[in-house]
């Protein structure tokens, strides 16, 4: 019997970025990627958690206090230039997880340091943004890649090999809704939500369900929204959106998605969130729910508050294994372990060039950044249409690959767009 080729190699991660999300997802991926990770592409490969980069470093500090044992020696940079001083440590790969407005700045800063990258969802939030860094990753030969762990759910998984297979034919329209409790928006997201959406926070899991699924050209948006609790009624802070896309299919024929999405749901809704898809084929219906497939469970004195009777142990769940072993798994977290799988193929795999599995995986699509112009332009179009709702302008369109630009913006009575986007999407 021949015996495995067992030469480690290693890779060092930076983390940008330290929420609610590094907290849920990131945090579980590095402790069972601290065992190192094995592919028979690249035999054995360490993940050493080397450095982050925040703000004021008091959460680094507190996780740093919280896992002595495992993550100990990792050096936390603080503003200003944080993410500077993150990337001249010279880490492998960098893991950007901060709010949404502040993606670009985290990803412009590694990518230009030649990093190879993963953004949270929405990877930015204009194209302009989007085709520096795509530049970036191609000048400077990395991986720029996002988390759209959404797309890894086993419901949506399937939902796509019904499509892929030619089961269910030509989408018709679909609807989703995603509804999270004020503690969110009043609470975790406190800080960064002036002047935000839950839309662009939220909806672009559905946008790239959508984009990803079904293909086709994204050709109209159109956005609303409601306001007055998060913030002023007449102010530019939204407690929820109501977002529509029409897409064009190579048939000629459109689809209309609607997704409504909010953050001012009670805190004593039973589930941490309310996930909700239908879409119509011409042949079919689906029709998925995140509390209807899960479990319900009460605890006397601690749900619905402190815990939810309604649990998603898909996206991300702490087990006893059988064996009894401790263990936190999910689809939110195997997103980004596939990703750190995908750099350490591209820098130890064992066949062709670099050059060559550096091409193959990038052009992956599922987590591509130069795949996701539809979804940016979509998230571009909403963050316009409502900057123009709050300036007493509702009811305007944005028209996508218009004789007049790439996302042009016409309001009501006006002939003449303002071209948001003056290239193709």
Known sequence: MSTP??????LKAGMIGMGMIFDETYAPMFRVA???????????????????????????????????????????????????????????????????????????????????????????????????????????????????????????????????????????????????????SGGQFAEWIKGRNPGTYVAVHYIKLIDFTFGGKLKRVTCTGQRGLVGPA??????????????EYDSGREAAFDIHTSWVTPDNFPGYVEQEVQFRFDNGNWNGHSRRRGVECTIEDKTPITAKISMNNHYNGSFLEPWEERSQRGYGIEAIERFVREVAEVEFGREGSREDRLARIAALEYNSLAADRQVVAAVQSMEALLEEHAAGHPDAVVKVNDEEGGLALYRPGEETPEVLYSGVV
């Open 5 to 10: 080729e067992t030469s480690n190699h290693q």
């Open 34 to 184: 601290k065992q190192g990770i094995y592919d028979s592409t690249f035999g054995v490969c360490e993940i050493d958690f080397s450095a982050v980069a925040t703000r004021t470093g008091s959460r680094a500090e507190k996780f740093r206090e919280a896992n002595q044992d495992t993550f100990s020696n990792f050096t936390s940079y603080t503003e200003p230039n944080a993410a500077g001083q993150l990337v001249s440590a010279d880490p492998d790969f960098v893991c950007v997880a901060t709010p949404d407005d502040r993606h670009f700045a985290g990803a412009k800063a590694a990518l230009e340091a030649g990093k190879h990258i993963i953004v949270e969802k929405p990877s930015v939030l204009s194209l302009h943004e989007l085709d520096e860094l795509v530049a970036l990753a191609e000048k400077n030969e990395v991986l720029a890649k996002i988390v759209y762990h959404k797309l890894l759910d086993p419901d949506h998984k399937k939902l796509r090999t019904l499509v892929a297979d030619g089961e269910l034919s030509h989408v018709n329209n679909g609807y989703c809704t995603l509804l999270e409790p004020k503690s969110i």
């Open 234 to 247: 007449d102010g530019n802070t939204w407690d929820s959106t109501q977002l529509r896309l029409v897409y």
